[in-house]
């Protein structure tokens, strides 16, 4: 079961400012959610070992090679702010 | 009154010496303008995906070889997900269950002999990026960000909880610099923040099997700072424990200045990094026709060089002081090359060469003498055209401008004096001068001797063949 206290610490974590509303919605939904994802515990895992990823593919590697990078313009094209070639962000202690 | 043991573990973080990033193709190259090493993988793009560097897993093999680990079989890599303006996708992939190596150690010189110190586990990450305050980051009214060490290849080495005190500590991240300097998968350059420590410390009450609440400790830049953070805390843990109160486990900052560590947090939300697989990266099987390879590609480590240099007529000291940083190991071995005479290079490494270094804080890799400039110093004192004593001028002198020794000895006019008439003149000219001397030698009293020949190397400067004046000295006066 999720609680609201639950969903208030998730929030925290990920910065996000949540209505009293919105913290009753979410609780309700994820908790939707888990119940239906709840069906996958019925299943017999038993002999099954457990798997880091869906694809049955491992190693996949690169060389060591430098690529083209971005130019500084590019980089920032989609900053909200910016301040000569750097991000300007709120600072956070 | 209550006596207290320490326990410490240490968490190094070392960048390795790769030419791209861990997941995509930027360039690692230090300095550049801010925000010009990064493409749209390290920058957490929607849609990118990240491939792992063969490099990466190769050093952090030979890392973790060199370190007497085991090396996993399977490994994979997890998303760390915390949220600040550093990490661009709000996770850092790192490993959290299957470390790439774990079980190692590494024998570390104390005052009690030698000690073995255990290593929990290396895993592989991504470095984050810079934030850039104007001012200090509390006066700074917001953040700048660079992200060009976004990405950036790093091992993470944790130690078990087997120091007892700051000396053990400094010695053991010393030991462990040099170890994977060796390996040759790190610059392990400080300053440069390629190698940086975070130091858990905790006290308890001597007798008691359980240790204390641990503090952690952030931001030391030296290995002096090192010990010097982890003897404060450790003073600071016993006061507060002596006077009736208790630890709280946080991170601290050393201030170097000041010389204390102080709280970074008061208030921490309890550490909740929700873990999981990366599902954009695949697991890693780990051949073990690979590790072997690896192993058989692992430079001289330096118990390896400690035995050869003592083979080679050294004393253990001496072998150990040379091998203590690679850097310094190298350089002898480079002057052995042109110049075989192991003795002799090394007590010039570790006289003349190392008390000019100390002396304006140099490191041995930024001296501007030359091994093989060295080795040729060397080579005109064994051919007589410099005298052992001058050399130690001449060298000064290449120490300071990095000339060759031939242009300093022809510069300063100190070609050693090997002209027998030269000397014989200035030999005569002395006994005359000093009747008394010359009375006392015949009388028997053999230290008179010594009295003339100091006469004469102080009338030539020095520079007259020390042997040529015995011979001549011995010849006029019998
Ligand atoms: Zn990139």
Known sequence: MITKADVEHVALLGRLYLSEEEKERYTDQLNAILEYAQMLQKLDTENVPPTAHALPM???????????????????????????????????? | MTRYEAV????????????????????????GDPNTHVCPVCLGLPGVLPVLNK???????????????????????????YYYPDLPKNYQISQYDLPICKNGY?????????KR?????????????????????????????????????????????????????????????????????SDCRMEEGSLRCDVNVSVHPVGTGEFGTRTEIKNMNSFRSIQKAAEYEIERQIEVLENGGRIIQETRTWDENKGITVSMRTKEEAQDYRYFPDPDLVPLVIEREWVEAVRNSLPEMPEQRVARYIESGLSEYEANVLTASKEVSD??????????????????????????????????CDCRVKPAQLADMLKMIDSGT?????????FEEMFNTGKDPETVVKEKG???????????????????????????????????IGFLVGQIMKATKGKANPQLVNKLLKDKLS
């Open chain 2, 414 to 448: 100190l070609v050693q004096i090997s002209d027998e008439s030269a000397i014989a003149a200035v030999v005569d000219e002395i006994i005359a001068a000093n009747p008394k001397s010359v009375e006392d030698f015949r009388n028997g009293k053999d230290k008179a």
């Open chain 1, 58 to 93: 491992q190693n996949v590697f690169r060389e060591d090679c430098a690529g083209d990078c971005l130019t500084n313009e590019e980089v920032l094209s989609n900053a909200p702010e910016r301040e000569e070639e750097y991000f300007k962000v709120p600072k956070i202690i």
């Open chain 2, 386 to 394: 410099i005298s052992g004593k001058i050399a130690k001028t001449v």
């Open chain 2, 331 to 364: 350089y002898f071995d480079q002057c052995l090359k042109t110049y075989n005479n192991p003795k002799m290079v090394s007590n010039w490494i570790m006289g003349d060469l190392s008390r000019l270094l100390n002396s304006v804080n140099m490191e041995i």
């Open chain 2, 106 to 114: 590494l024998e570390v010189e104390t005052g009690q002999g030698k």
């Open chain 2, 55 to 81: 490099q990466v897993v190769e050093y952090a093999i030979k890392a973790g070889l060199a370190l007497n680990c085991e090396i996993a079989e399977y490994s994979k890599f997890d998303r760390k997900n």
């Open chain 2, 117 to 185: 110190i255990g290593i929990t586990r290396i895993h592989m990450e991504e470095d984050a990026g810079k934030l850039v305050h104007q001012g200090t980051i509390t006066t700074s009214p917001y953040s700048l960000v660079d992200y060009n060490r976004t990405g950036v290849p790093l091992i993470e080495i944790v130690s078990e909880p087997d120091m007892r005190s700051a000396e053990e500590a400094r010695a053991y991240a010393e030991k462990l610099r040099s170890v994977i300097q060796y390996a040759g998968v």
């Open chain 2, 8 to 31: 410490i573990g240490i968490e190094i973080h070392v960048e390795l010496k790769t030419n791209t990033k861990i997941f995509c193709h930027s360039t690692t190259e230090f300095g």
